[in-house]
């Protein structure tokens, strides 16, 4: 068989891989061609390549891999975690492949899909009511573990959150933007591991790259400026004043995480700026309907922060985005809302239109 010259042709990875594990990381930076002003170029980091399809399958991996080495967690020991679903699909992947067993707590508000794929992993997932926020399912795994001397993951507080995320998420940029300028990075936060790891290696690596940070316009726990209560050790000892539900899953929960904490006096921004959850869920679709990239509402939250910059940027400016999930977790959510699942009149009328498989009319 004669090959097309043209055709596009791939070589492999060229190394064969020991686990599904070492696939996390090492995502593509990819350029936004027909969203945002002409005269700023934006790239997007696609998280959804990560096995586990999120974010999130860095910070399990980092936290199982460091309490490994501490001796914090014991072979075939039970792994206890809250979530707002995607970490708990990281850590279950984790587990699955590594043989800990895993219970996840999250609030019955979080999509149904979540649930579904923490236990295809094998995952138990003990739902927590919706009226208690994060802060109810964060104090179920504390006293879950506690009951049962479990290993608790600990994402809200762990410094192997951000450690993993300056590991990687913020070497990869850097290595991906040697010899390109960087004018700024933008990011959201839930528990702020990609903020603080990030922020961290950019302020030494990249000093001149703004860092942009966003968070729900109606849950503006750091716009607002109001304290977070907490326990020594770190952990929230009350729900924020300044948090409303939002629908912007894994964002923002009602509580500031200590570990974003850390990263606001170590490192903190240069821009803070809001962004509401139907101009998130509005960009998320124009990401898939323009440029063909799936990502959940905090990545097209994200991206309508990174287009708000842009359009004031010099003439040049290249920005970054990071799109944390895959936007197939959200079918059952507002973000699918608007996309049926039957025939509308268009795609009637083309069935219709030539004679082979068509339905009966009623
Ligand atoms: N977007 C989604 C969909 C998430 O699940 C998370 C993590 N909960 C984030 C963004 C924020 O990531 P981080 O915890 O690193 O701040």
New binding site residues.
């Given amino acids: 068989m004669s090959l097309d010259t043209q055709i596009r042709m791939t070589k492999g990875r060229g190394h064969l891989y020991n686990s599904i594990l070492e696939t996390i990381g090492d995502t593509p930076t990819v350029r936004i061609n027909n969203l945002g002003p002409s005269h700023v170029t934006l790239y997007v980091k696609v998280e959804a390549f990560n096995p586990g399809a999120?974010?999130?399958d860095r910070?399990a991996i980092g936290i199982i891999e460091a309490a490994e080495r501490s001796g914090a967690l014991k072979p075939g020991q039970t792994v206890v975690e809250a979530?707002?679903?995607?970490?708990g699909i990281g850590l279950a992947m984790v587990c699955a492949q590594k043989g800990y067993p895993l219970v996840v707590t999250m609030a019955d508000s979080f999509s149904i899909e979540r649930r579904k794929l923490m236990r295809i992993f094998g995952a138990k997932v003990v739902l927590t009511p919706r009226a208690e926020k994060g802060f109810g399912m964060y104090r179920k795994a504390a006293e879950l573990a506690e009951a049962n001397g479990w290993f608790l993951a600990s994402?809200f507080e762990t410094p192997a959150?951000a450690a993993i995320?300056e590991a990687t998420t913020a070497r990869e940029i850097v290595a991906d933007f040697a010899g390109s300028r960087l004018d700024a990075f933008v990011?959201?936060?839930?528990?702020?591991?990609?903020?603080?790891?990030v922020s961290a290696h950019l302020r030494r690596e990249r000093p001149d790259t703004r860092i942009i940070l966003t968070e729900p316009a109606n849950a503006q726990l750091l716009g607002s400026g109001g304290r977070q209560e907490r326990k020594d050790g770190g952990a929230p000892a009350a729900s924020h004043t300044a948090f409303e539900p939002h629908p912007?899953?894994?964002?923002t929960?009602d509580f500031i995480?200590q570990?974003?904490q850390t990263a606001l006096t170590n490192n903190s921004y240069d821009e803070l700026l809001p962004v509401t959850g139907a101009d998130a869920i509005a960009w998320t679709l124009k990401l898939a309907s323009k440029e063909g990239i799936l990502t959940?509402?905090?990545?097209g939250g994200?991206f309508a922060v990174a287009v708000k910059v842009a359009e004031t940027a010099p003439q040049g400016s290249v920005i970054l985005c990071?799109l944390?999930?895959t936007g197939e977790r959200y079918m059952t959510t507002p973000l699918f809302e608007s996309i049926a699942d039957e025939m509308n009149g268009e795609e009637l009328a083309l069935s219709q239109s030539t004679p082979c498989a068509q339905f009966a009319a009623e």
Wanted: net charge neutral.
């Fill in positions: 999120s974010v999130k910070l979530s707002s679903g995607n970490t994402q959150n995320h990011t959201g936060y839930g528990t702020g591991g990609t903020f603080a790891g912007i899953q894994g964002w929960p995480p570990v974003l959940g509402i905090s990545g994200t990071m944390p999930d």
